[in-house]
């Protein structure tokens, strides 16, 4: 997470970062705000995958969803 941060910076992004977790206990470990978009985030260890969770969709309609793990992460630091 501190390296997409760097990233960020580095690539001139005004982009605020929160974590996002509902009283029901849904949660995203990273959400990023940019541009007026919702940018969530579930990070996994190993090559496992995950699905939005359903609070996170209904709520946020226009945002997008990515599950993060050792297959894909060099690709998410260069987004």
């Given at each position: 997470?501190?390296?997409r941060?760097?990233?960020n910076?580095?690539?001139g992004?005004?982009?605020?970062?929160?974590?996002?977790?509902?009283?029901s206990?849904?949660?995203?470990?990273?959400?990023e705000?940019?541009?007026g978009?919702?940018?969530?985030?579930?990070?996994?260890?190993?090559s496992?995958k995950?699905?939005?969770?359903?609070?996170?969709?209904?709520?946020?309609?226009?945002?997008?969803?990515?599950c993060?793990?050792?297959d894909?992460?060099?690709?998410?630091?260069?987004?």
């Open positions: 997470m501190a390296e941060m760097k990233m910076t580095y690539k992004r005004f982009v605020n970062s929160y974590f996002w977790r509902t009283y206990g849904a949660e995203l470990d990273l959400v705000e940019r541009e978009l919702f940018l969530g985030y579930e990070f996994k260890w190993g496992k995950s699905k939005s969770p359903v609070s996170w969709t209904e709520k946020y309609r226009n945002s997008t969803f990515k993060i793990n050792t894909n992460f060099l690709q998410w630091l260069k987004e």
